[in-house]
Nanobody, 116 residues
Framework: EVQLVESGGGLVQPGGSLRLSCAASGFTFSSYAMSWVRQAPGKGREWVSAINTGGYSTRYADSVKGRFTISRDNARAMEFLQMNSLKPDDTAVYFC?????????WGRGTQVTVSS
């Protein structure tokens, strides 16, 4: 059974930083690209970033480019999102995502609130 568990969210002031983590299990983590998506209050889910299996190819939404960094540790089956220079518009629930055997899986998410 695919399981994704996010952690690391919280309340942070504008300009601050947070590091999100996603612990994966139930599949061969190193064989799958991973991504992060987010959902702000009252809005649909927005793709944020993706990383390939080896961790050497990454992509970002324009809204986070230059501020967020995605990474992964295949030995520990974990994915990370380092978020710097946070803005109020980054407030959302952040979800870890994998597409496994044609199905999409997300964790329960972790809340990130950027507010002074």
């Amino acid at each position: 059974e695919v399981q994704l568990v996010e952690s690391g969210g919280g309340l942070v002031q504008p300009g601050g930083s947070l590091r999100l983590s996603c612990a994966a299990s139930g599949f061969t983590f190193s064989s799958y690209a991973m991504s992060w998506v987010r959902q702000a209050p009252g809005k649909g889910r927005e793709w944020v970033s993706a990383i390939n299996t080896g961790g050497y190819s990454t992509r970002y939404a324009d809204s986070v480019k230059g501020r967020f960094t995605i990474s992964r540790d295949n030995a520990r089956a974990m994915e990370f999102l380092q978020m710097n220079s946070l803005k109020p518009d980054d407030t959302a629930v952040y979800f870890c995502h994998v597409r496994n055997r044609g199905r999409d899986f997300w964790g329960r998410g972790t809340q990130v609130t950027v507010s002074s």
